[in-house]
């Protein structure tokens, strides 16, 4: 059975542990349809087990391993270890008042994963963004909501960007559309001040920047921004999460994100390099 990886959040281990399921009862030859009527289910009910999109039983996963013929007690312990684990509310959670649902398993994955490479056309990436500049984004997508519940966005964007600096961390690969920079979000003070982050931010080993200019013309990523998460856990598959107006996609067929991954391919051999893209970040600034 897998052990969790050291920094694994709540959301990989559990699609971890479903994972495993799956090919426990794949392997024993028993339906969805069989393991859920054990467990007083349903075959959807196993159906999102497996997948991870639910929280678990410590029962009704310890009936499952019987089922599936699972009987050494360390092998059963293992997994009901890692239910445990994947129970735990992440650090998230206490945000859940000001967090849309659809959000919440990307926050989790991007807890978990040792890479992270987006794309992004409209705004600087969130967690390459100053207080200021967040708070200006929050507030021009928030209409009709409090003083109090922004800057408790706002808070939580700025705690997303810790794990960029804890050791350990996940390696972040961003491209960035030049319409993204030099679109006045807060003002001309904002910007540059963001435009100095971003130039500060590129010293930091773990970080990438690259910029997409308005020079290259038409590009493969014309649909729009994405990113691409990959896991410590090689049983965990890259996950590609496409954000869109109240909800989000997330992709993690393989012909899915080997299509991503090749479209971000793209985006960085045509975009700026680190040189470049600080020369690039000076003339933008100097220009608000």
Request: proline share 5%; glycine share 8%.
């Amino acid at each position: 059975m897998t052990q969790n990886q050291p920094g694994s959040g709540p959301t990989a281990l559990r699609i971890l542990l479903g994972s495993q399921l799956r090919r426990l009862r794949e392997a024993k030859g028993v339906t969805r349809e069989e393991a859920g009527h054990l467990i007083r289910g349903s075959e959807s009910k196993i159906s999102r087990m497996e997948l991870g999109r639910v929280g678990f039983k410590e029962r009704d996963v310890a009936d499952l391993l019987t089922l599936y013929g699972v009987t050494d007690a360390e092998a059963r312990a293992a997994v009901l270890d890692l239910v445990t684990k994947a129970n735990e509310p992440g650090w998230w959670h206490r945000f859940n008042d000001v967090l849309p649902t659809w959000f919440q398993a990307y926050v989790g994955l991007e807890e978990a994963a040792e890479r992270i490479r987006t794309y992004e056309v409209q705004f600087v990436p969130g967690l390459l963004q100053t207080k200021e500049y967040a708070r200006a984004v929050v507030t021009a997508g928030a209409a009709g909501v409090g003083p109090d519940e922004i800057a408790r966005r706002v808070d939580l964007r700025l705690e997303r960007q810790r794990i960029l600096d804890r050791p350990g961390g996940p390696i972040f690969w961003a491209v960035i559309d030049e319409a993204a920079l030099r679109r006045p979000i807060g003002g001309a003070e904002v910007m540059r001040a963001q435009l100095e982050h971003l130039a500060d931010l590129m010293r930091q080993p773990n970080i990438t920047i690259q910029i997409m200019p308005f020079s290259f013309g038409g590009h493969s990523a014309e649909g729009g921004a994405f990113s691409i998460l990959r896991f410590p856990d090689r049983e965990l598959p890259d996950v590609v999460y496409v954000e869109q107006l109240a909800s989000a996609l997330y992709l993690d067929k393989r012909e899915d994100v080997d299509r991503y991954t090749e479209v971000m391919e793209r985006l960085c051999a045509v975009s700026t390099t680190p040189d470049e893209t600080a020369a690039l970040l000076r003339t933008i600034a100097e220009e608000f």
